[in-house]
């Protein structure tokens, strides 16, 4: 990109970038010349239970801490109505159930409704939505049966949007599961969740629950359809889960451990969330992982969608800006066991232990997983000791099990080129780059894979976002800007597929009341959803991915920044399409040529698909979900020559029938 053309992006001189502009680019691509073969997995999402993005966002529970698990006990919860002292206590029997230690304990004697009581206040409140139905559900024991509890969805100004009851029923020290729906009858945002208890008697209470039924595929606790849609609809190669630095942990007793994940989900023991406390400047001090969302849902929610799964386990080092604790090299063997303990449970046998596992929980049919990451953000000798002997032990057990390795958190410096060395002394399958950089770098770095090794480790751009501001900055915007430079950034990710085979951005979703880490893809509150420009941008990629990579050329070169343009063309097999993919970073409309040689003919009218907004910082929201979003219109292609305008600030897909 010319220095005049960069200023102007930036929004420095863009009068003088302007005048000079106003010219045709002839473009050439070369259709029977195909460079590199398009991975199925090329575009993909990056999942991490970070901005509220699982509990309190796509893992559809209303109730927060449900089980009483969290650093104070009772957080998100108020007790309501005349207590005498030890009506509610919260007990612990930690040594008798050190996963799911806490419960409460509710004595009731000659109690009307509306006397005791306790509410929940959800997360950011309740998103409820009229006339749906909600399933509640409790666990409980009673000594002395006779407690009625009347369950009621409440309004910010307290009136009832919905209500049910309940008689747990029996005595005796065993636990058992009671559950009651019902309809409600307004559409809230933020509601609260009331349980009066009435009668006389004493209860135990542990996994109080409440779940919308419109979830997912209306499985019973499971996630939001909503969100969900919004990954389906890219229709992504591959989802990566559970994070992030989330992997890592701030030490390693908070680091992700997926059989702790699985089962039962009031067996599954919660961790506070490293993002709870991550950011002075933000923090979320009710923010814990409840693991309702597990890995035995992350591999059936990458089934659904029809994306390869790419689970990332801790390589034995908590996160390297935290604490940076490592395991001593002859303790790694229990995180390698986890390692291989999850192949067996994606891929093994019924019969195999955590075959037989997966099958109890539903899932008797392997899912076929294909790759694991090792690490995440971890960098140093002290990370390539330990991915040594991972990778020996995987695979010796599991040669064909590709696996993705760390380059640390940038994508330069003394750090980034120690790694890449080792790794590709390794022969490392796959080397996972991140890069969180200002949009000028995504513009200068369209180029960055054009030299790189053509054989050897493969790069997963695993982690990537612009940020309007700088890292971790709170005035981060998902704004048009970012988004355009991405779409640049990434005609160079297309055009070097042979070396690029999975990309990502990150982070996925944010709540809008919830979130710690901006720029995100996704944006939603209680009840709605949307999809920012960068969204956009990866879903059009996704979406029109291709089979094999052409060149497409300015003057014999790749397009790359010549007059503020970057492109990448790709003809799909299947479809017998021709998809060019052209960004004008200019603030200037252009005029777009292109002479397309050796096909031997062309639909006469093709599609252009065009995303583009009145201004860089122009971002969407939730009341204006569309304000960017892709817009398309017929082009008439001309014998092998197609001609467009290219708007300012835009990119544009162009899909034309081969025949
Ligand atoms: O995407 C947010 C964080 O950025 C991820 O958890 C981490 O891998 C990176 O530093």
Not at 632 to 652: G, H, M, R, T
Request: proline share 5%; glycine share 8%.
């Amino acid at each position: 990109m010319r220095k005049a053309d960069l200023l102007c992006f930036i929004g420095l001189t863009c009068g003088i970038a302007a005048e000079s502009l106003a010219q045709t680019s002839t473009f050439t691509v070369k259709v029977n010349q195909p460079t590199a073969t398009v991975q199925p997995t090329m575009w993909g999402v990056f999942f991490e239970d970070i901005n509220m993005g699982a509990d309190g966002g796509i893992y559809a529970e209303l109730v927060k801490n449900r089980s009483f698990e969290f650093y104070k006990p009772l957080m998100g919860w108020t007790l309501q109505g005349n207590r005498n002292e030890g009506d509610i206590l919260v007990l612990n029997r930690q040594e008798a159930k050190s996963n799911n230690p806490r419960f409460l304990r509710v004595k009731v004697a000659n109690r009307a409704k509306g006397d005791l009581g306790m509410t929940n206040e959800g997360f950011r409140g309740m998103g409820i939505k009229n006339g749906l139905r909600y399933d509640f559900s409790v666990m409980y024991r009673q000594a002395a049966p006779g407690v009625k509890m009347h369950l009621e969805l409440v309004n910010p100004k307290g009136e009832i949007i919905g209500k049910g009851e309940i008689s747990p029923s029996g005595s005796g020290t065993d636990w058992k599961k009671q559950s009651v729906s019902f309809s409600a009858t307004a559409t809230e945002p933020k509601a609260k969740f009331n349980i009066w208890f009435e009668g006389n008697g004493s209860i135990d209470l542990d996994m109080i629950s409440l779940f919308p039924s419109d979830t997912w595929k209306n499985r019973p606790g499971g996630m939001r359809a909503d969100m969900v849609q919004m990954l389906a609809d890219m229709k992504p190669g591959f989802i990566r889960f559970p994070g992030g630095c989330i992997v890592e942990g701030h030490d390693l007793s908070v680091r992700y451990q997926w059989k702790k994940t699985i089962g039962p989900v009031e067996e599954r023991e919660l961790i506070v969330n490293r993002w709870n406390t991550e950011f002075a400047h933000r923090p979320t001090p009710d923010y814990y992982q409840t693991f309702g969302l597990g890995f035995f849902e992350y591999f059936q929610l990458a089934e659904d969608i029809g994306a390869e799964a790419l689970p990332i386990l801790n390589c034995g080092m908590a996160c390297q800006f935290n604490t940076a604790e490592v395991v001593p090299l002859d303790q790694l063997e229990p995180y390698i066991q986890d390692a291989l303990d999850l192949i067996e449970f994606a891929n093994g046998d019924v019969n195999t232990r955590w075959g037989k596992v997966r099958a109890e929980m539903g899932h008797p049919k392997p899912f076929n997983l294909k790759m694991m990451g090792v690490g995440n953000e971890n960098w140093g000798p002290q990370y390539v000791e330990r991915l040594k002997l991972f990778t020996k032990a995987i695979k010796e057990k599991y040669p064909n099990i590709q696996l993705v390795s760390s380059s640390g958190t940038d994508p330069n410096g003394e750090r980034f080129e120690y790694l890449n060395t080792e790794l590709r002394k390794m022969k490392a399958d796959i080397i996972d780059e991140h890069y969180y950089r200002r949009p000028e770098w995504f513009l200068e770095n369209a180029a960055r894979y054009d030299n790189y090794p053509r054989n050897g480790s493969k790069v997963f751009a695993g982690e990537y976002a612009a940020q309007s501001d700088k890292t971790v900055s709170v005035n981060n915007k998902n704004n048009l800007r970012t988004a355009i430079s991405e779409a640049a950034f990434l005609t160079g990710l297309e055009r070097n597929a042979d070396v690029v085979v999975m990309a990502s951005y990150a982070p996925l979703f944010a709540h809008v009341e919830g979130w710690q880490w901006t720029p995100d893809m996704i944006w939603v509150d209680n009840l709605r959803t949307y999809g920012t420009p960068n969204y956009y941008v990866q879903k059009l990629y996704s979406l029109n991915k291709g089979t094999n990579v052409v060149p497409i050329q300015l003057d014999g070169k790749n397009v790359t920044g010549q007059n503020g343009l970057y492109a990448s063309a790709v003809i799909d097999k299947n479809t017998k399409e021709l998809i060019l993919k052209v960004v004008n970073t200019t603030d200037k409309e252009t005029e777009g040529e292109f002479s397309i040689q050796g096909v031997n003919r062309l639909a006469a009218k093709g599609t252009m698909i065009v995303l583009a907004g009145n201004n860089l910082e122009e971002v969407n929201s939730l009341d204006n979900p569309l304000s960017i979003s892709p817009k398309q219109k017929d082009i008439s292609v001309k014998k092998q020559s197609v001609k467009s305008k290219l708007a300012p600030n835009s990119f544009n897909v162009i899909k034309i029938k081969m025949i």
